[in-house]
């Protein structure tokens, strides 16, 4: 019983990094319909950043604010300089643009940062552990936990309780419709494509206590937290939240229990077989396509 | 008539100005009757390119030593291991519109299934090859089955997931693959008299790459690829004038991962000892790259896009880390510049000429 507990409290920790992720990427799915597999390099870039700014001396909260700002930046500069020339592009065309970001940022990481790992310095403490009951919790994982929580809450009330969140809903819903309504739907997909790259920076700042600062490291969290923004349902944010916790628990438990050189592999096959009982994700809406 | 270019697919803009050149780029020549468009080859000059292009094919492996570039041999046999893999993702991506970002995978399933049963089962190279083509198609057609109820990112996902769990599978299933330290491939015998072991391989992966490109231009032409068109410009209208769209989304997937698994056989014995750090999800993005840059929805743009993309690396050695930027950065220009790639750009060139002073 202790044991499930202690993998389920491991699974959050993982859980609530794939969920932040994978808000960012539902984020831009249902407003502009882009599927962004930059995601990874732009959080990426973000927390080497964070890294250099650390490495001038600057206070942890500046340099990580510095981090999320660059990502963001980079999220508005593709908007602006290469989806919206390129807007009328298919789903294919959009993803394939994406692709090419992707390789050029993880490609501007190596030969800027090299591809040798570094150890970025976190407040937080793997070693450094509480005690609930009998279960262990590091310090991380509370802190990764917390902050993901925190974000998500945040991004819950700009979503539903702001105005700028009316404005988003709205433009994701019919951006024709929400511009002839005065909302300036250009502004906001730019303002959601800075969330989102700046969602994906907090991950990739969370992360770097416990993995290494290295080019791939975001691979893996973000195919991921993509993975479970589809078995959450692309357009439904707290399906984001649901999958990514969801897929962390059910990594934790069946690394634990059964293997762990597998667990990445059972991602997916849970994820592929999710998809095929439920197409469109578990909380995501059913579209009647018309020709 | 069905478009062949993959204006669809992409989204052409609806400006007046494109109209004209789509309906000009449909095929790519100017067409008179219906026979013109039936044409594999057409013309003397056609014919002379296609016989210009196997001659030299041919001599090449006796005119590179001449001048000094023996080495690049080896090259041009990879060159024909992608221009397969290119040409099968350009049927399921450029053709059908189903997406896969996994199609690394499919060749380290060829790679390892070919040398797997030659060595476990001493089975004949063309054997272990068709047997490795075989063993694809059939992964193949197990991707495909989702596909017929997932589209757009949800295929992406699962295409992808499935890369990565090759990949993961062959790192931890030792027995199977040698793990991280990987499998020697034995060196096959193709039975060709008076030539080295490069040579011979080289002459069985060009004739290779040559044949199924061959199929690749006879299928878009026939009434399979008019099929895998319709699914792809709307699978909801394709399967209303009846394609049989179970037949004909995992047939797509079938072939495209039967033409990468030969091409992973190739590929495994040009290495001759396989680890699945060559299999990456980078390779299958490299994949992507090949056909989007040369140009989707065309056999010739394939073509065009592996020769370019396994040539580059090699031009480029000494800024192997600027390679992904690269990359990147042609992806993206040519997405936003001209999305039918450098063959489409290539035909509408032609066209102008052709069309002169109209």
Known sequence: MTQLAQYLVGGLATGSLYALVALGVVLLYRSSRVLNFAHGDIATLGTFVAFTL?????????????????????????????????????????????????????GAVQVVWGTDTLVFPFPLSDTRVHRIGQVVVSETSLGTIVTGIVLMTLLYVLVQGTKIGLAM???????????????????????????????????????????YLDPFMMLDPFLKGFAAAVMGGMDSLPGAVLGGFLLGIAESVFAGYISFKFKTTMAFAVIILVLLVRPEGLLGRVYHRRV | MLPRSADVALGSRASPRTARIHLLSVSSDLLERYQDDLYLVKGATGWLTVAALLVGLVALPFFLPKVGLGYLLFIAILMAANVIVAVGLNMLVGFTGLISLGHAGFVAIGAYASGLLAAKFGLPWYAAWIGAAVITAGFGFLVGLPALRLTGPYLAIATLGFGIAVYQVLVNWTALSGGRTGLPVQQLSFGIAGLTATQQLY???????????????????????????????????????????????????????????????????????????SFTFLESITYFAMIVIGGLGTVSGAIIGAVILTLLPHYLSGLRQWLPIFYGAAIILMMMVEPRGIYGRWVRIKMYFKAWPL
């Open chain 1, 54 to 106: 650390l490495g001038r001396k600057l206070p942890f909260s500046l340099a990580i604010t510095g981090g999320l700002a660059a990502a963001a930046l980079v999220g508005v500069l593709f908007f602006f300089f290469v989806l919206r020339p390129a807007k009328e592009a298919s789903l294919l065309g959009k993803i394939v643009l994406t692709l090419g970001l992707a390789l050029v940022l993880s």
């Open chain 1, 169 to 211: 809903r709205a433009v994701a819903q019919n951006a024709d419709a929400a511009q002839a309504l005065g909302i300036p739907a250009r502004k906001i997909y730019a303002l959601t494509w800075a969330l989102a790259a700046a969602l994906g920076g907090a991950a990739g700042v969370l992360l770097a206590p416990v993995v």
């Open chain 2, 203 to 277: 002459y069985v992966a060009a004739g290779a790459a040559v044949v199924l490109s061959w199929v690749g231009y006879n299928l878009a032409r026939s009434h399979v690829g008019r099929a895998l068109a319709a699914i792809r410009d709307s699978d909801i209208a394709a399967e209303v004038t009846g394609v049989n769209l179970l037949w004909y989304k995992t047939l797509a997937f079938a072939i495209s991962a039967a033409y990468a698994g030969i091409a992973g056989a190739i590929i495994a014995q040009a290495l001759r000892h396989l680890e699945p750090q």
